[in-house]
């Protein structure tokens, strides 16, 4: 069975500061993994996805990811925050042919400190 | 190109009513999945539909149910609704299995249940 672990329901950083929000995973096959964005009383919007061609993907906003296998996660990042990125994010994993369903994390609520 | 679209945007419904919710998907998009985002239980995968058929199906109850048309587009039908289906109905689409799998989402159905 397929599970995401999102530690830190509510993360803070200031403008202009690192980013980092963390997701662990767990799948009996070779995951596709991906970082959904939701803005309030909005829907999900893709960030980036990993679908097992390279390890650091780069997505939308600045935003990047990079999947470490010996460590079951996929930690995304931001070298500046802005404004804008404030936001709950959630982590998902597939694991496709036929499981298509995505399992989500509980989701990250971001804060940006003026 | 015109995304998810979900309809209607917010719904209020007595207990034991029934709801019907609609989704049409991505032009050229053949699968279409449903979530149910409610508060403290975070996203939860209801059904997928794919080629018009139920291809899986969540930790639901059978008074969720719902069909995929011949035009891809979709309804989620909720029968004897409870207080606790009160939840952001979220509807998304994706190309083929076998294409990245990413799912795009629309802007999902607010649905209270009164």
């Known amino acids: 069975a397929q599970s995401v672990t999102q530690l830190g329901s509510h993360v803070s950083v200031s403008e202009g500061a690192l980013v980092l929000l963390r997701c662990n995973y767990s799948s009996s096959v070779p995951p596709y993994l991906f970082w959904y964005v939701q803005y309030p009383n909005q829907g999900l919007q893709l960030l980036l996805k990993?679908?097992?061609?390279?390890?650091l993907v780069k997505g939308i906003n600045g935003f990047e990811a990079e999947f470490k296998k010996s460590e079951t996660s996929f930690h995304l990042t931001k070298p500046s925050a802005h404004m804008s990125d404030a936001a709950e994010y959630f982590c998902?994993?597939?694991?496709?042919?036929?499981?298509?369903?995505?399992?989500f994390g509980t989701g990250t609520r971001l804060t940006i400190i003026p | 190109e015109a995304g998810v679209t979900q309809s209607p945007t917010h719904l209020i419904k007595t207990r034991g009513q029934q709801v019907t919710l609609r989704c049409s998907p991505i032009s050229g998009h053949t699968s279409v999945y449903w979530y149910q985002q409610a508060l403290g239980l975070g996203l939860q995968f209801l059904l997928w539909y794919d080629e018009g058929e139920e291809r899986n199906r969540g930790n639901f109850p059978p008074r969720f149910s719902g069909r995929q048309f011949p035009n891809y587009s979709s309804e989620l039908n909720v029968n004897a609704l409870e207080l606790e289906d009160s939840a952001l109905y979220l509807c998304a689409s994706s190309l083929d299995p076998g294409t990245g799998f990413e799912q795009y989402f629309g802007p999902g159905t607010r649905l209270t249940v009164t």
């Open positions: 990993y679908t097992s061609a390279a390890t």
């Open positions: 998902a994993v597939s694991e496709g042919f036929g499981n298509e369903k995505l399992t």
